[in-house]
């Protein structure tokens, strides 16, 4: 049986401190038929050093690797640009500051249970938090982001029926772009930890920001009821400031 090329895209910029513990883990996957696409938006430090000193490695490790570096217009525009540098036939997304487990790739693969499946997601760790571990329903989806997009395979046939990633969005893009097959997204659960996330990425560091992308996704992409949005606005609002309340007594 042929085995699938997974395309894995990370987009970095000025990422010095967390890069190369993300290469390295898409360096020692077990599975080995990978390409890696590196898409920098023009870093001012170190990130571009690290990305080139690797170049000899893949290379003896037959895994293709290709990088850009120049400026973007955020995650979703070196999302897009990544798409268009790759070659596979199921995609993955990684931050910069994330890793993969070593045999995450090969999991996946092992379970693809067939070419019509839209996505396939699987448990992820967020460092200080519990694993994140829900299962795709639209009932749960249509209301918010309940699985992980970060290192999930996405089928390229969903990129051509659906279209790439909305550039206007900064944040929420990933749920958007899943949003636009309403409940017919067809998803496949592995249960197993794939992917260790870092606490500083640029969803948790802008909570309000999601919200509101969240909303709007909701509203425009799903046609979720404009009060629904808003109801799920307001609590989502109520329980990070009575959150952030708590948090300030400690």
Known sequence: M?????????ACFNSDATIKSTIESVLNQSYDNIEYVLIDGNSQDKTLDIIKSYEQKFQNKGIIYKWISEPDNGIYNAFNKGLKLSKGEWISFVGSDDIYTNNAIELYVKNIPNNEVDLLYSNIKIIGKKPHNEVWSWEKFRRRMNI???GALHNRKYFKRYGDFNTSYRIAGD?????RAKENLKT????????????????????????????RAKKETAQIPRIICQLDYFIWMLKYRIKKMLYALV
């Open 2 to 10: 042929k085995k699938p090329l997974i395309s894995i895209i990370t």
């Open 148 to 150: 992980a997009h970060v």
């Open 175 to 179: 749920y958007e772009l899943l949003l």
């Open 188 to 215: 496949f659960k592995l249960n197993e930890l794939t992917v260790i996330m870092s606490d500083i990425g640029i969803s948790n560091k802008l909570i309000k920001e999601v919200y509101k992308e969240t909303k």
